[in-house]
């Protein structure tokens, strides 16, 4: 990176491609409410930012030009992260209510005397891997796009 260079953060952009892909994180937090749903909300849980990420290049190319690569790539980070911490602070409210009905009264919320399968270090895991993860969705489909793969 040369010195003096800065990237453009779209904030119209994000804020028009960013309400499909925080519903999406969203819903994911909320599955943490069954014990059932727990493999796919974990898998949400990952596949949302990526999507965050993706569909931001999708939103931007349908307005106008695609943006610039780094430009993309740091703008799609910021959305991956902000699905992250939507899915994340779902997560740790709707967590340890699907656990108490597990474990049949036992589980709780975390310093209330019960257990907890997620806690604050888990949130900022939550918006850090989605950050990585909306730079790699929106990279990876600006790449597509470049390379003639998608049209």
């Known amino acids: 990176m040369q010195s003096g260079q800065q990237f453009k953060i779209d904030q119209p952009g994000l804020m028009k491609a960013g309400l499909i892909p925080v519903i999406v994180g969203a819903v994911g937090?909320?599955?943490?409410?069954?014990?059932s749903l727990w493999t796919i909300a974990g898998l949400l849980g990952w596949l949302a930012p990526i999507f965050g990420g993706v569909w931001y290049i999708m939103t931007a190319r349908k307005s106008g030009a695609i943006p610039a690569q780094m430009d993309g790539l740091v703008n799609g980070a910021i959305l991956g992260a902000v699905?992250?911490?939507v899915f994340g602070i779902l997560a740790?409210?709707?967590?340890?209510i699907g656990l108490n009905?597990?474990?049949g009264g036992f589980g709780g919320l975390a310093g209330l005397g019960g257990y907890s399968v997620f806690g604050i270090g888990d949130l900022i895991a939550r918006v850090i891997g989605g950050a990585i993860g909306g730079a790699v969705g929106a990279f990876g489909y600006t790449y597509l796009v470049k390379s003639g793969t998608i049209k």
């Open 29 to 35: 937090g909320l599955l943490w409410i069954s014990a």
């Open 83 to 85: 699905v992250g911490l």
């Open 92 to 96: 740790l409210i709707t967590a340890p």
């Open 101 to 103: 009905s597990l474990t």
